[in-house]
């Protein structure tokens, strides 16, 4: 379980540590792909595995599905911690997700986001601003 809101610097070449806590979970592989709300998402294999296969299970025939498919997995790098617990950013993503200097590395549960402070910051201004029609939108989820 991924929980938790850190700060983190990226190197210049951008490799960026994963919070020591995350890592043991990771130690079998983890995924890096575009998250949709322009940041990164890292998916530990056990959580991957089942995503990748209801992904690739949807429907041809559905134009939503086949751009959601390339948005999943024609960006998506599977990767391992090195010595130091750093997963290795490329070029690419970081540009998709407007990382340069610190990243913001947050815990969702099953995976973990990877943001660039202004992002980040926007989105907890929505949540802020919003928090209350957030969570009576979703009430019956729960």
Request: glycine share 6%; hydrophobic share 45%; aromatic share 8%.
């Amino acid at each position: 379980m991924f929980l938790g809101r850190y700060s983190h610097n990226l190197d210049a070449k951008g490799r960026l540590a994963v919070p020591a806590r995350f890592r043991e979970t990771l130690a079998d592989g983890v995924v890096l792909t575009r998250g949709i709300d322009r940041c990164l998402t890292l998916y530990p294999m056990s959580t991957w595995q089942p995503l990748a296969e209801r992904v690739s299970a949807l429907p041809l025939s559905d134009p939503n599905a086949r751009n959601f498919r390339r948005m999943v997995f024609a960006e998506a790098v599977d990767l391992e911690l090195d010595s130091q617990g750093r997963i290795l950013v490329p070029p690419e993503l970081r540009r998709y997700a407007g990382l340069e200097r610190e990243a913001i590395v947050v815990g969702v549960n099953t995976s973990i986001e990877v943001w660039s402070p202004a992002q980040w910051q926007a989105v907890s201004d929505e949540v802020e601003r919003n928090g209350e029609q957030i969570a009576q939108s979703l009430a019956d989820l729960i």
